[in-house]
């Protein structure tokens, strides 16, 4: 009877522990974000870990490139994206009441030659023959905004021959830093990350595409930790991390 009594009495902790640990992973998310919010949403990780105790783990990627893995199927709880149509494009992954814009940014021309520190864009024309780096300016968001800014500025079809696209904007910003390319088009947040590079122009608000980042908890996911996790970005304390990295509020909450 004792040893019948202390099987049971094993399986009962087993069972606990078990339970236990399920809600503990439950809460516990992986986020996939643009990554354009490298920095910030490591800084933001770090902060909700130390808050809540629960893990964030991140794969960062072109927004394109992380639509299309979610539309595929990828497991994930949070997507974060640098573009509104991307993330219309796996409205049949997000739960749909969830999805709220979390940061917004402004897109620029740097370049590693700090002499050209507030040229403006009349310092990229007579140099156009220098190599300008862009994320893919057909599928990622940086890109896209880029070329709809250049062709604004009248500059598009000069630019074309000397364009060298990359597969997201950080890959952009690294050729700039090696002096791989003279010139590049990234978010201004990118620009103010590095004191390597110089910020050459602002590009007109006007003249590109409203940049927000949408974000969206994910049908197969934790649901619950992955809207608290969203919640966070959007409260004071988050969008004080967004700032401090140099990104706008969020549109709705702009002054």
């Given at each position: 009877?004792?040893?019948?009594?202390?099987?049971?009495?094993?399986?009962?902790?087993?069972?606990?522990?078990?339970?236990?640990?399920?809600?503990?992973?439950?809460?516990?998310?992986?986020?996939f974000?643009?990554?354009?919010?490298?920095?910030?949403?490591?800084?933001?990780?770090?902060?909700?870990?130390?808050?809540?105790?629960?893990?964030?783990?991140?794969s960062f990627?072109?927004?394109?490139?992380?639509?299309?893995?979610?539309?595929?199927?990828?497991p994930?709880?949070?997507?974060?994206a640098?573009?509104?149509?991307?993330?219309?494009?796996?409205?049949?992954?997000?739960?749909?009441?969830?999805?709220?814009?979390?940061?917004g940014?402004?897109?620029v021309v740097?370049?590693?030659?700090?002499?050209?520190l507030?040229?403006?864009?009349?310092?990229?024309?007579?140099?156009?023959?220098?190599?300008?780096a862009?994320?893919?300016?057909?599928a990622?968001?940086?890109?896209?905004?880029?070329?709809?800014?250049?062709?604004?500025?009248?500059?598009?079809?000069?630019?074309v021959?000397?364009?060298?696209?990359?597969?997201?904007?950080?890959?952009?910003?690294?050729?700039?830093?090696?002096?791989?390319?003279?010139?590049?088009?990234?978010?201004?947040?990118?620009?103010?990350?590095?004191?390597?590079?110089?910020?050459?122009?602002?590009?007109?608000?006007?003249?590109?595409?409203?940049?927000?980042?949408?974000?969206a908890?994910?049908?197969?996911?934790?649901?619950?930790?992955?809207?608290?996790?969203?919640?966070?970005?959007?409260?004071?304390?988050?969008?004080?991390?967004?700032?401090?990295?140099?990104?706008?509020?969020?549109?709705?909450?702009?002054?």
């Amino acid at each position: 009877m004792l040893l019948h009594r202390l099987i049971s009495l094993a399986i009962a902790a087993c069972l606990s522990f078990g339970v236990g640990s399920a809600s503990a992973r439950a809460d516990d998310i992986t986020v996939f974000a643009a990554s354009s919010l490298y920095d910030v949403l490591t800084d933001a990780g770090d902060t909700w870990q130390a808050n809540t105790g629960n893990a964030v783990t991140f794969s960062f990627a072109a927004t394109s490139t992380l639509a299309r893995q979610i539309d595929a199927g990828a497991p994930a709880d949070v997507f974060i994206a640098a573009s509104a149509d991307w993330m219309d494009t796996v409205t049949g992954r997000i739960i749909a009441d969830s999805r709220v814009d979390v940061a917004g940014n402004a897109l620029v021309v740097i370049s590693g030659d700090m002499a050209l520190l507030g040229a403006g864009l009349a310092a990229v024309v007579p140099d156009m023959n220098a190599r300008l780096a862009m994320a893919s300016v057909d599928a990622v968001p940086a890109g896209i905004y880029g070329k709809a800014a250049l062709r604004a500025a009248g500059l598009w079809n000069d630019a074309v021959p000397f364009v060298v696209q990359t597969r997201n904007v950080r890959a952009a910003l690294q050729l700039v830093r090696t002096g791989e390319a003279r010139f590049g088009v990234v978010y201004l947040t990118d620009a103010l990350g590095f004191d390597d590079v110089a910020l050459v122009a602002r590009f007109d608000p006007g003249t590109y595409p409203a940049i927000r980042y949408p974000a969206a908890a994910l049908t197969d996911g934790h649901e619950a930790a992955a809207r608290g996790f969203i919640a966070f970005l959007r409260s004071d304390a988050g969008q004080a991390i967004f700032a401090r990295h140099g990104f706008a509020p969020p549109p709705d909450q702009a002054q």
